[in-house]
């Protein structure tokens, strides 16, 4: 993903045909990776809602898809995955403890969207609480305690 970012500076030129400054104004635009864009991680990636949910993510602007976690399909390009045209190089991991270890690494603004089974839940909040993410959960068939 990248970045457009633009600079408007004013300046005033001296012209060696006239005695008089004007002002000028110059403007610098250049081709960036985008810093901004908030980390996703999707738990639960190759289940149905999951994939949706990268396709969602991968459409939306300021976000981007930096991790897929299941027990499913370990290994496979999670956007092969979700039948897009172009592979996100992004393999379908297990162990979401080691997914957020390298994002939180970068220092990046993350959020991991959690799908996966109310057995669960209670860990992987701790995990992604103990790494500095937000978070949301869904999860099916759940009773409140």
Do not use: H, W
């Not at 990268?54 to 956007?79: F, K, P, Q």
Request: hydrophobic share 40%.
């Amino acid at each position: 993903m990248v970045a457009l970012s633009c600079q408007f500076q004013p300046t005033i030129i001296n012209s060696y045909l006239s005695t008089k400054r004007r002002p000028s104004s110059s403007i610098f635009c250049s081709a960036q990776p985008s810093q901004s864009n908030i980390k996703v991680i999707i738990n639960g990636a190759a289940k149905e809602i999951g994939r949706a949910a990268v396709i969602a993510v991968t459409r939306a602007r300021g976000m981007e898809v930096a991790g897929a976690v299941d027990s499913y399909l370990v290994g496979e390009d999670i956007g092969k995955v979700c039948d897009m045209e172009e592979p996100l190089e992004i393999p379908i991991m297990n162990d979401l403890t080691m997914v957020l270890g390298s994002i939180s690494q970068s220092k990046a603004t993350g959020v991991v969207v959690d799908f996966t089974e109310p057995t669960q839940v209670y860990d992987n909040v701790k995990q992604v609480i103990c790494n500095d993410f937000s978070l949301f959960v869904q999860t099916p068939n759940t009773k409140e305690n």
